[in-house]
């Protein structure tokens, strides 16, 4: 089981950036490949990024590559996600998500994520 705790979300102006982190309880954390979703006002929850067990391996959305960058240390139990140039476009609610049973692939729909956290809101004003 894993229990996921966001935060670091808030408004932040156009430009700006951001960090996030999911702080994660449960044993089974440094073997759970996890990912950040964020959802958009009326829209669905769509995948941003992704991270391996060990974190050697990293897999984003083409909306957000080069602006976002996943990192997690196993030590502390916390996978960040860090924006940078925020859009407008780029609010949503961001969740964290783990999945126990990755192996060598990468999943981009939220149906295949067990564990949640209760997600972190980030207004971005123009």
Do not use: H
Request: aromatic content about 12%; glycine content about 12%.
């Amino acid at each position: 089981q894993v229990q996921l705790v966001e935060s670091g979300g808030g408004l932040v102006q156009a430009g700006g950036s951001l960090r996030l982190s999911c702080a994660a309880s449960g044993r089974t954390f440094s073997s759970a490949a996890m990912a950040w979703f964020r959802q958009a006002p009326g829209k669905e929850r769509e995948f941003a990024a992704a991270i391996s067990w060990s974190g050697g391996s990293t897999f984003y959305a083409d909306s957000v590559k080069g602006r976002f960058t996943i990192s997690r240390d196993n030590a502390k139990n916390t996978v960040y996600l860090q924006i940078n140039s925020l859009k407008p476009d780029d609010t949503a609610v961001y969740y964290c998500a783990a999945r126990l049973d990755s192996g060598s692939s990468w999943y981009v729909s939220p149906a295949s994520y067990a564990y949640w956290g209760q997600g972190t809101q980030v207004p971005v004003g123009s």
